[in-house]
T-cell receptor, first 110, second 113 residues
Framework: RKEVEQDPGPFNVPEGATVAFNCTYS??????FFWYRQDCRKEPKLLMS???SGNEDGRFTAQLNRASQYISLLIRDSKLSDSATYLC???????????FGGGTRLMVKP | NAGVTQTPKFRVLKTGQSMTLLCAQD?????MYWYRQDPGMGLRLIHY???????AKGEVPDGYNVSRLKKQNFLLGLESAAPSQTSVYFC????????????FGPGTRLTVT
């Protein structure tokens, strides 16, 4: 079983739609959680951190459920520029180490 | 401030050839990492370094060696390339503690024929 699992997609949605991705992690000792964004043929970049209380950054909302060991990302009012791969990333309890999921591909259509 | 840079950007090797990938960062970060990314596999850690002169194995270290002679540079070597090493290689860096955000270079696309 992979440590961090994501549905690879692709998720094809029209502009303006709301879309949600989930991610599950297997290590219950995991301490920190993130969503990274990766554009086609580019490097990953941090999108947002995920806190137990949930956090919001504009159109993006991230949630963490420690009991069920899953993380979610909600994107409201999708834009064409949101088309990318979204990587679920977990710190497994070891300082400065990250475990990456395989990514979920989002394609926003006009 | 260039951030994290990688050279070369692209390379084609024949089986058995050797090469070195160079990663450089100008953010004075202590920690540096080498990952490989294959379709559907996510990023997998090859080797990492927590400071100048130190290196450690990651999840998939076989067939690779690394060196961190200077704080700003982290080199990844392939002594005898194999087709299974065809991949995109990313270097990343960060500072101890903090938010655990890692800063990535633009990647090196390597094909081994």
């Amino acid at each position: 079983r992979k440590e961090v699992e994501q549905d690879p997609g692709p998720f094809n949605v029209p502009e303006g739609a709301t879309v949600a991705f989930n991610c599950t992690y297997s290590n219950s000792a995991s301490q920190s959680f993130f969503w990274y964004r990766q554009d086609c043929r580019k490097e990953p970049k941090l999108l947002m951190s995920v806190y137990s209380s949930g956090n919001e950054d504009g159109r993006f909302t991230a949630q963490l459920n420690r009991a069920s060991q899953y993380i979610s990302l909600l994107i409201r009012d999708s834009k064409l520029s949101d088309s990318a791969t979204y990587l679920c990333v977990v710190n497994p309890g070891i300082s400065n180490m990250l475990t990456f999921g395989g990514g979920t591909r989002l394609m926003v259509k006009p | 401030n260039a951030g994290v840079t990688q050279t070369p950007k692209f390379r084609v090797l024949k089986t058995g050839q050797s090469m070195t990938l160079l990663c450089a960062q100008d953010m004075n970060h202590e920690y540096m990492y080498w990952y490989r990314q294959d379709p559907g596999m996510g990023l997998r850690l090859i080797h990492y370094s927590v400071g100048e002169g130190t290196t450690a194995k990651g999840e998939v270290p076989d067939g690779y060696n690394v060196s961190r002679l200077k704080k700003q540079n982290f080199l990844l070597g392939l002594e005898s390339a194999a087709p299974s090493q065809t991949s995109v290689y990313f270097c990343a860096s960060t500072y101890p503690g903090g938010s655990y955000e890692q800063y990535f270079g633009p990647g090196t696309r390597l094909t081994v024929t």
